[in-house]
């Protein structure tokens, strides 16, 4: 069985998920941040193949809450990208001689399987030369994971357009199912009630049941708003 070692940005919660903020407070959206990537670290490191985690940010406290097994850098500036470059650099200084990955913070269902899955067939694709590869999001324009050979080099193009820009830049794109968890990043209210659909993380699951209730932008469809909770502010 090959080996991974994986990367996982963060930016911080007091300025994570804007676009949740016509559903949930500036509390709300930081408690949730969090939780995604507690639930995210949590489902990467119950993939056997997975040899450690290097979370890059500065947001205060991480160490303590993710775990020993856990290994907390500094966010050196720059951009999703340039945090993605720090983390890869040092996971492939500790170990030269394994595939490595970065992946999204905001996979709050992410299911181990789906992402073992996501490893055969990045490592099925080095077999035919692929040394980059990466996992589009559920509407195919964004990105979740980008996946490396050992020993292979590339910028990320983690942001707007990332799927294309990926894509221009020589990854090729990993044919996962578009129902896998992988592919379920949670940018806006309506990514968040799929995903507590599909099933969320402990830590997810807590802060929505003690603290908020998801609100799917449909009015038609939104549930009603947990009581005590902050209405949010219009963007």
Known sequence: MRRWAMVVPFKGAADAKSRLSGSLDDGERAAIALAFLVDTVSAVSRVPAVTSVIVVSNQPGLAALLGSETRVIADPGGGINAAVASGLALARADAPDVDTAAITGDLAALRPADLA???????????????????????????????????AHAPTR????????????????LAVP??????????????????????????????????????????????????????????
């Open 117 to 151: 899955e996501a490893f055969a067939l990045a490592e099925a694709a080095a077999t035919t030369g692929a040394q980059l590869a990466f996992v589009p999001d559920r509407e195919g324009s964004g990105t979740t994971m980008v996946a490396f050979t050992p020993g």
């Open 158 to 173: 983690f942001g707007i357009g990332s799927c294309a820009a990926h894509t221009a830049a020589g990854y090729l794109p």
């Open 178 to 235: 578009a129902e896998s968890s992988l592919r379920l990043d949670i940018d806006d209210a309506d990514d968040l009630e799929r995903a507590r659909l599909l099933g969320v993380g402990a830590a997810t699951r807590a802060v929505l049941e003690q603290r908020v209730r998801p609100r799917s932008s449909d009015p038609a469809t939104r549930p009603a708003h947990a009581p005590g909770a902050g209405r949010g502010r219009a963007r």
